[in-house]
Each structure stands twice: as structure tokens, then as C-alpha cells.
């Protein structure tokens, strides 16, 4: 998946990958990858997998790579079996097996996560976030 996307003061939203169309995308799909303004003042206290290019509640990305307020960022995901690749602005933040997390987030593990199959979408939260330029390629 390559998009760009631009975030609202405090925007929060995610991508589902490997998602089956029924419950949370975090929990039921192979995961959720958070697209979230890092910087928010209510998201100072998140979990480190809770933050922009983590999958959600498994593993987290490297912080410090999102664009300033209105521009627009560039994201590249790839995923290969069970590895999944987060490419922010030309910079790898994510480079992860999940199915080699053993610590989940409040000890909730993710039913979803061993989907070999699902489709991609988008986990809205009610934030306006933008997103353009989205190519999709299925291997």
C-alpha cells in the first residue's frame, strides 16, 4: 500500500490490514497500523505501540518522522507473510514479525493477527484525515 495522507490537530485513524469486515480492525484483522498525530497534547501518555506506524498494541515505530502540521506525508506498507514494513517519509519506522509478539498491550492479545487473508481498509475514528494518492498491490 502507498499513500499520502495529512493529519488534523490531534488526528487519529489507522489502516486495517488482512481485515475480515467484522469487529475492531486492532483486534480482528492481522492489525491496525496507526495513522496519529504523534505530537496531540491527549496522546502524550500512549503506550509506545499506540503511536504513527505501529501495529497497534504489538509493536511500535520509530517516533520523530511525521511531517509538520498541514503538509502532507508519504507512507509505504508492505507486507510479506507475517512482516510487516512501515516506510514513513523515506524513512523505515516499522520492520516487524508480529507473530513473534509475545507482550501485547494490557495483556489483550489479537485473535486477527495469524490472518493469512483479509482485505485492506481504512479504521476511521471520526477524525477528518486526508488521504490521496492510494495504490494498492496485492501479491
Not at 490537530?9 to 492489525?31: E, H, T, V, W
Not at 517519509?89 to 501485547?104: A, H, M, P, Q, R
Request: hydrophobic share 30%; charged share 20%.
Amino acid at each position: 500500500v502507498r499513500l499520502e495522507f495529512q493529519l488534523p490537530p490531534g488526528g487519529n485513524n489507522g489502516l486495517a490490514i488482512r481485515y475480515s469486515g467484522k469487529g475492531d480492525p486492532a483486534y480482528q484483522g492481522m492489525c491496525e497500523l496507526q495513522v496519529l498525530d504523534n505530537d496531540a497534547a491527549q496522546y502524550k501518555q500512549l503506550d509506545p505501540r499506540q503511536y504513527h506506524g505501529s501495529a497497534y498494541g504489538m509493536s511500535a515505530a520509530h517516533r520523530g518522522y511525521l511531517r509538520p502540521q498541514g503538509q502532507w506525508n508519504y507512507q509505504h506498507v508492505s507486507v510479506r507473510g507475517t512482516t510487516i514494513q512501515v516506510e514513513l517519509n523515506g524513512t523505515v519506522i516499522l520492520d516487524t514479525d508480529i507473530s513473534k509478539v509475545t507482550e501485547f498491550m494490557a495483556g489483550k492479545p489479537h485473535p486477527g493477527v495469524g490472518n493469512a487473508s483479509g482485505s485492506f481498509g481504512f479504521a476511521g475514528h471520526g477524525d477528518p484525515v486526508k488521504f490521496r494518492n492510494i495504490a494498492i498491490k496485492a501479491d
